[in-house]
């Protein structure tokens, strides 16, 4: 007898296995992130941060049941670029407001330096062409010279403020001031003049 017939007729068939992982089963079914994903992707157009938080948590649900999600993960990069650009945007805000008033904050300070330290005659070679035609500078030094005797001086900035109207610049700049008799606000008013900031007018309010 052939040994190999009989080793043949004898042993029983076997079936084939399927090893199938956890992760493959869940995977047939619904992805539990995917909704709640798309709501993250809107989000994330209109509200960036909470967009951001949405589209994570739906990506974190879609991993754990294993699911990827494609609308998730865009969610969280447009979320991210997008608050990226307002930030950069309101950057470049803050640094062009602040150097729109840098020059004409600067004129304002030097004119009171110069008011406070009783330098009169400089102060006055800082005042507008409308303002000289008005006041001479023995005026000047006559209208202001109770208020150096008076020991005015400039403190902290309370606002300021640029415009342009009629093609005409102006500045607003207020400060808290002191004196022997007490605090004061100060405002004083600048007009550009080819290109110069010149002060045409200068208030105070005592306090």
Known sequence: MDDNKVVSET???VE????VTPQAVQSVGENPGKTLGVIGLVLAIFLPLIGLVVSIIAKSKSKKAGFKNGPALAG???SIVLMLLSIAAVTLVIVTAANVIKAPLAASNSFMDNLSSN???VAYTSTSEGFQKGYTEEEFIEVFTPAVEAGLKKGS???SDVSTENGVTNATIVYKATASDGNYK???ELTKENDTWRVVN??????
């Open 16 to 19: 084939p296995t399927v090893s």
């Open 186 to 188: 100060l405002t004083v």
């Open 11 to 13: 042993m029983e068939p």
């Open 202 to 207: 200068i208030t105070s309010t005592k306090q």
């Open 119 to 121: 330098n009169l005659s």
């Open 157 to 159: 900035v309370i606002s």
């Open 76 to 78: 969280i990069i447009i």
